[in-house]
């Protein structure tokens, strides 16, 4: 079974590209995934950098919805291609295809860690969204 779950911060901001024929839509998102460290480790923010791809109304919803340094979830598929590097030099790349994501706030949202926004009148109230903000989006 080929399944990936991966949990981290966006690097950037979000575009959308279209396909040559212009079919398609799709966007690269990289991850920041947090390694596991253990208590003599001098880096203990160190992470590894995963490169996803959301294609059709999964990209354009990423691109909506995600902020850069936003924490998401993404479940995905492994896929690796072999390519050529500027000198033709054969490597293989490794790249997650989005099937599903998570977020855990809304682009235009301002919450805190635990959920909570404040409402630009001084109250903290829990942030809930009925448009699906927090659940998983498939295709």
């Not at 990936?4 to 690269?28: A, D, P």
């Not at 690796?80 to 490794?94: F, G, I, L, S």
Request: hydrophobic letters at 30%; aromatic letters at 10%; glycine letters at 6%.
């Amino acid at each position: 079974m080929n399944y990936v779950i991966l949990s981290g911060n966006t690097t950037r901001v979000l575009e959308l590209y279209k396909t040559e024929g212009k079919e398609l839509e799709y966007t690269y998102i990289t991850l920041a995934v947090r390694k596991d460290y253990n208590r003599n480790a001098k880096n203990k923010n160190a992470a590894d950098f995963v490169r996803c791809k959301a294609w059709g109304r999964m990209a354009m919803s990423m691109v909506e919805n995600v902020n850069k340094g936003q924490f998401i979830t993404i479940v995905g598929k492994l896929n690796t291609y072999r390519v050529e590097d500027e000198k033709n030099k054969p490597r293989t790349e490794m790249v997650v295809t989005v099937v599903s994501y998570e977020f855990y706030e809304r682009k235009d949202k301002k919450t805190d860690d635990i959920g909570f926004i404040d409402d630009n009148n001084g109250n903290r109230l829990p942030y809930e969204d009925e448009a699906s903000a927090g659940a998983p989006y498939d295709l």
